[in-house]
C-alpha cells in the first residue's frame, strides 16, 4: 500500500484546483449566496501560527457551507498600508512599496500553503492605486455629506515613531503601543469623521449576532449618559456648565473643578494663585489623556482663589484645576460631591475641604464618612428635597432645574469623533487641496486617485515625508486654478479596513467601489471570524461606516456583518509567542514535515477555538498518527468474514451519530470536539476491521462518511483519498452528509447489576457505554453499596451489553 505522503499530495491538488479554478464563485449560481469573511491580515512580513489559527478553522467553516449547499464567497486580501513599512524604509532604505509587496508576495504564497478555498481572483491590497482611489472617493463622500472636517485637536504624540497616535494605540500609563516610548502631546490641524452623530444607532445591535461581550465593549466605549448640564454662577457674574449622571447630590457640592485649559481659568484665577496654576497646567500639558485619567494617578490640584455658586442654595465654593478633569470630555468642569463620590471624597480630604452629606444611607445616623455613599439613599441637607428617596430626586431636581432655569437634561456621550489624518506617507493620501483664494478644496472625483508620489524621502524628522515631496504638495486649485497646496495627512489604516469587505464582491471594478449588482448579492457578510481585540476600533468604525453609506444611498444594508465569531490566542509555553523571545511556531516547517492539513486538523483540536490553546510538538504529532490511520484503514482491504446484524447495525449508528455530531459541532464552531468525534470514529472503524463482523456496505458508507465529513478539515487528505476509492472528483463538490434520525439515535439496554451472582438493580444506559463506565455506574448505586456494606470487593466482571457482577467477600 502506498505511503501517506502529505507534502507532495498536499502540492499536487493545490495545484489542481487553481488550475480547475474549483473555488472561484459567481454570482450568477442557483444556490442561496453565503458570504465567510475572515479579518484580512496585516503585511507585516510572514504569516505566523496566529494567522493559521485564525484562517484555518473560519476556510473549515466556510469549506462546511460550501457542501451544505450555498455558494460561499470566502475571499483573502492583505491590509497594506501603515507605519512599519515606512519605518522600514527609513531603517533599511526599502521603498515601503518594495517593502509591502515583498511581504504580500510571501504571505499569498504562504496562504496557498493553507488549502483554503480563497477565490484569488477576487484578491484586495489596500496600498494599491486601484483600491485606495476608492478610499479617497469615500472620504469625498463623507465630507460632501458634512461627516468630514477638520479641526484643531491636541494629539498624543510618540516621539520615538515620529507620530500622532490614537488614544487607542497609547497603553499602559501612556505609553506608545509600537515602542513603548512615553507619550506626549500636540496640537495639529486634524481631518476628523463625525463618527458621534451615530452614537446612539451604534448602540442598537438588534440586527446582529454578535458575541455579548463585543456588543458591551462597544457600549462602553460610546458610553452614553442621561443626566444634567447645571449652569453655575462665577462672582463676576459668569456662568459655566457642569454635566453630571448625578444632579440629587447637587445640594453636596462643595468645591468645582476645572480642567487646567479650561478657556474661563485664565480669567478668573487670582493674582495671589496665578503662578502655581501656570506651573500646573503647564506640567499637565505634558500629560496624556491616559495619563491624567489613570485611576492609580494621585488626584492632585491647585487652588484658583475664585469661587463658584451654586444657585440652588446660594453657597459658594472654591474653584480648583486638576489634571485628572479634561477639556475634551463634557464641558471641561465638574462639580465635586465629596461624599457621594470616591475621587472627590479624597480629594476633599486631601485639601481639607467639606465634606457634606445629602443621600443619607439606610439607618445613617449622621456620623461622618469614611469613604463615599455612592449608593441609593434618601435626600437630606436638600432644601424642599429633603425625604425624597434619590432615584426620585434626580427626576425632581433636573425638572426643578429646567424650571428654574439653571440646568438642562441632556444626553452624554463617552464617544469622540474618528480622527483620521494620520502625519506619515503610507496611507491614502487625503484628496485636499488647500488655495489661498478659495480655502479647503475637495480634489474632483475625476482626478482621484492622488498617487502616493514615488519619488518621496524617508528621513526621521516626524514630518509626513508628503510634506517635503515638492511635487506632490504643489498643485493648482481645482476650484480657481491658482498655485495651491495639497493636504500632505494619509488617512488612518481603519479607514481602508472599514470598506473592504464591499470591494471583494466585485474588485475589477473600475469606474465605482463595487459593482452595485453584485454587491447587492453578496453583501451583507453572514459571518465575519477575527479577533477581539478589534472590538472598538474596525469593528466600530466599520460599522459607522456602513451605516453612513447607507444614509448616502450609496448601500442597502444597515449592518456590514451579520454574524461574528471571535476566536482567542494561540499560545506557546504558557505565554503570548514572541519573535525576540524565540517563542515562535513557523508553521512552514510543520506543513513541510506533516503537512497543513495535520496543521489545521491540530489548531482546530487544540481546544475551544473562541477561547484559544496552547501550541505542543507532541499534539501536533498525534494529530499527524491519526491521519495516517485513516489512510491506512481507508486504503486497507476490507472483507467481512461472519458479519452479523448487532454489529452492522452500532457500525450505522456510530456513523450517522458522527454525522450529527460533526455538522452540530461546526455549526456552531466546536472544531475541537469535531475533531475528537472523529477520532473516535476512526478508531471504532480500526476494531470493525479486526472483528470484520459488519457487512461490507456498512463499512463503505461508515468510509465514505468519514471521507466527506474530513473534508473541510482536511481538504488535502480527503480528496486523495476520495479519488483512490474511486469516487468522482471533487470530494468538495460533494454535498454534506445527512444523517438518518433513527439511525443516529442513542440506543440503551437494560443494564443488569448483581452482587456475588444475585440480580440486585437495573438501570438503562446507553449501548455506547464503555466498560469502565458500567463499572464505576454499578459501584456508585445506592442499592448495591447497600449489599455491599463493609464486604471487600473481589473483583468484578463485565459482561458486554448486558450485566455487571460484583464479587465480594
Ligand atoms: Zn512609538
Ligand atoms: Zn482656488
Redesign the pocket.
Known amino acids: 500500500m502506498a505511503r501517506y505522503k502529505a507534502h507532495e499530495l498536499e502540492q499536487r491538488w493545490q495545484q489542481q484546483w487553481a488550475q480547475d479554478r474549483l473555488y472561484e464563485v459567481s454570482e450568477d449560481d442557483p444556490r442561496p449566496k453565503r458570504y465567510e469573511l475572515t479579518m484580512f491580515p496585516y503585511t507585516s512580513g510572514d504569516l505566523h501560527i496566529g494567522h493559521w489559527y485564525a484562517m484555518a478553522p473560519s476556510d473549515v467553516h466556510a469549506r462546511f457551507m460550501r457542501m451544505k449547499g450555498y455558494n460561499v464567497l470566502h475571499p483573502m486580501g492583505f491590509d497594506a498600508f501603515g507605519l512599519p513599512a515606512e519605518n522600514a524604509a527609513i531603517s533599511r532604505g526599502i521603498h515601503p512599496y518594495t517593502w509591502t509587496m515583498d511581504n504580500v508576495e510571501t504571505m499569498r504564497r504562504q496562504l496557498r500553503s493553507l488549502g483554503a478555498i480563497y477565490d484569488w481572483s477576487r484578491e484586495v491590497v489596500t496600498c494599491l492605486p486601484n483600491y485606495y482611489k476608492w478610499t479617497q472617493w469615500f472620504f469625498f463622500k463623507l465630507y460632501q455629506a458634512g461627516l468630514a472636517y477638520r479641526g484643531k485637536a491636541p494629539v498624543n504624540w510618540c516621539p520615538n515613531c515620529q507620530t500622532v497616535l490614537a488614544n487607542e494605540q497609547v497603553v499602559g500609563e501612556g505609553t506608545c503601543e509600537r515602542c513603548g516610548t512615553e507619550v506626549t502631546r500636540k496640537d495639529l490641524e486634524q481631518w476628523f469623521f463625525r463618527i458621534t452623530r451615530y452614537a446612539d444607532e451604534l448602540l442598537d445591535f438588534s440586527q446582529i449576532e454578535w458575541p455579548e461581550r463585543i456588543k458591551i465593549m462597544q457600549a462602553n466605549w460610546i458610553g452614553r449618559s442621561e443626566g444634567v448640564e447645571i449652569r453655575f454662577g462665577l462672582e463676576d457674574g459668569e456662568e459655566f456648565g457642569v454635566f453630571t449622571t448625578r444632579p440629587d447630590t447637587v445640594y453636596g457640592v462643595t468645591f468645582m473643578v476645572f480642567a487646567p485649559e479650561h478657556p474661563l481659568v485664565e480669567k478668573f484665577t487670582t493674582a495671589e494663585h496665578k503662578k502655581e496654576v501656570d506651573r500646573y497646567a503647564e506640567q499637565a500639558r505634558k500629560q496624556s489623556d491616559i495619563e491624567r485619567t489613570a485611576t492609580e494617578q494621585d488626584k492632585s490640584g491647585v487652588f484658583t482663589g475664585a469661587y463658584a455658586i451654586n444657585k440652588l442654595n446660594g453657597e459658594r465654593v472654591p474653584i480648583f484645576i486638576a489634571d485628572y478633569v479634561l477639556m475634551s470630555y463634557g464641558t471641561g468642569a465638574v462639580m465635586a460631591v465629596p461624599a457621594h463620590d470616591q475621587r472627590d471624597f479624597e480629594f476633599a480630604q486631601r485639601y481639607g475641604l467639606p465634606i457634606k452629606v445629602v443621600i443619607a444611607p439606610p439607618d445613617w445616623s449622621g456620623e461622618d464618612f469614611t469613604e463615599a455613599w455612592v449608593e441609593q439613599g434618601t435626600m437630606v441637607n436638600s432644601a424642599q428635597f429633603d425625604g425624597t428617596p434619590n432615584e426620585q430626586g434626580k427626576e425632581a431636581v433636573a425638572d426643578y432645574m429646567e424650571e428654574k432655569g439653571c440646568g438642562q437634561r441632556r444626553t452624554s456621550y463617552r464617544l469622540r469623533d474618528w480622527l483620521i489624518s494620520r502625519q506619515r506617507y503610507w496611507g491614502a493620501p487625503i484628496p485636499m487641496v488647500y488655495?489661498d483664494?478659495?480655502g479647503i478644496?475637495p480634489v474632483p472625483e475625476s482626478d482621484l486617485p492622488v498617487l502616493l508620489p514615488e519619488d518621496a524621502e524617508f528621513r526621521p524628522t516626524g514630518e509626513s515625508p508628503l510634506k517635503y515631496c515638492e511635487s506632490f504638495v504643489n498643485t493648482t486649485?481645482p476650484?480657481?486654478?491658482?498655485p495651491?497646496k495639497r493636504e500632505t495627512d494619509t488617512m488612518d489604516t481603519f479607514m481602508c479596513s472599514s470598506w473592504y469587505q464591499l470591494r471583494y464582491a466585485s474588485p475589477e471594478c473600475d469606474d465605482a467601489p463595487f459593482a452595485k449588482d453584485k454587491l447587492e448579492y453578496w453583501c451583507p457578510v453572514d459571518q465575519y471570524t477575527g479577533g477581539a481585540e478589534h472590538a472598538t476600533m474596525h469593528l466600530l468604525y466599520t460599522r459607522f461606516f456602513t451605516k453612513a453609506l447607507r444614509d448616502m444611498g450609496i448601500v442597502a444594508f444597515d449592518e456590514p456583518f451579520i454574524r461574528l465569531f471571535n476566536q482567542g490566542v494561540i499560545v506557546i509555553e504558557r505565554q503570548k509567542m514572541s519573535k525576540s523571545k524565540g517563542r515562535v511556531v513557523n508553521p512552514d516547517e510543520y506543513v513541510a514535515e506533516l503537512g497543513a492539513d495535520a496543521v489545521r486538523a491540530y489548531l482546530m483540536f487544540i481546544g475551544p477555538w473562541n477561547q484559544g490553546g496552547e501550541w505542543d510538538d507532541r499534539g501536533i504529532k498525534g494529530i499527524a498518527r491519526w491521519l495516517n490511520r485513516v489512510w491506512d484503514l481507508v486504503l486497507g482491504d476490507y472483507a467481512p468474514q461472519k458479519p452479523d446484524e448487532a454489529s452492522t447495525r452500532q457500525l450505522r449508528h456510530m456513523t450517522h451519530r458522527t454525522i450529527r455530531k460533526v455538522t452540530q459541532d461546526l455549526e456552531g464552531f466546536r472544531f475541537n470536539t469535531m475533531v475528537a468525534v472523529l477520532m473516535e470514529l476512526t478508531n471504532y472503524l480500526g476494531k470493525v476491521r479486526d472483528e470484520k463482523d459488519v457487512e461490507k456496505a456498512a463499512w463503505d458508507e461508515a468510509i465514505d462518511s468519514l471521507l466527506l465529513l474530513l473534508a473541510p478539515t482536511a481538504p488535502h487528505l480527503a480528496e486523495e483519498l476520495w479519488t483512490r476509492t474511486g469516487h468522482p472528483y471533487s470530494i468538495h463538490n460533494q454535498s454534506f452528509p445527512q444523517w438518518d434520525a433513527e439511525l443516529a439515535a442513542e440506543e440503551e439496554f437494560t443494564l443488569v447489576i448483581q452482587v456475588n451472582g444475585k440480580l440486585r438493580d437495573r438501570v438503562t444506559v446507553p449501548v455506547t457505554i464503555t466498560e469502565d463506565e458500567a463499572r464505576e455506574l454499578a459501584l456508585s448505586r445506592e442499592r448495591i453499596q447497600d449489599y455491599l456494606n463493609d464486604r471487600k470487593i473481589v473483583r468484578v466482571i463485565y459482561v458486554p451489553r448486558r450485566l455487571v457482577n460484583v464479587v465480594a467477600s
Open positions: 488655495c483664494r478659495c478644496v486649485c476650484a480657481c486654478g491658482a495651491a
